[in-house]
């Protein structure tokens, strides 16, 4: 996404060597609607978002939204490692545990 941001940004500074200046919304709404299908909500909330009223505005919270997908799902795969290790250490230990009853019994 940061990317996509560096490549809006040039082209806005590209419009504006030719000649063609944007106002501060003209940019905002140009990112707003440059943003994938899949950010839908995003879209819209930073449609709404009063604060949002420069491009720098819009850059920093699609980065911040960015950051937070990424932490997210680094904490989402250290869980499901964490459940996939103690999954196969439960297994061992009913394991173990059925074995010990069966040989209490024969003695």
Known sequence: MRQHLTVMSNMISE????GHEM??????QAVIHSLPSNWEYMR???????NI???DDVARHVELKEDR???EKLI????????K???????K???VRLKVPNMAREE
């Not at 819209?44 to 009063?50: E, G, K, P, R, S």
């Open 44 to 50: 819209v909330n930073l449609t709404h978002n009063d």
């Open 93 to 95: 230990y009913k394991r």
């Open 76 to 83: 989402n795969e250290a869980f499901i490692s964490k459940t």
């Open 53 to 55: 009223k420069t491009f």
């Open 69 to 71: 997908l990424y932490a």
């Open 15 to 18: 419009l504006r060597g030719a």
């Open 23 to 28: 106002t501060d919304e003209q940019q905002v």
């Open 85 to 91: 290790m103690r999954g196969a250490y439960v297994s």
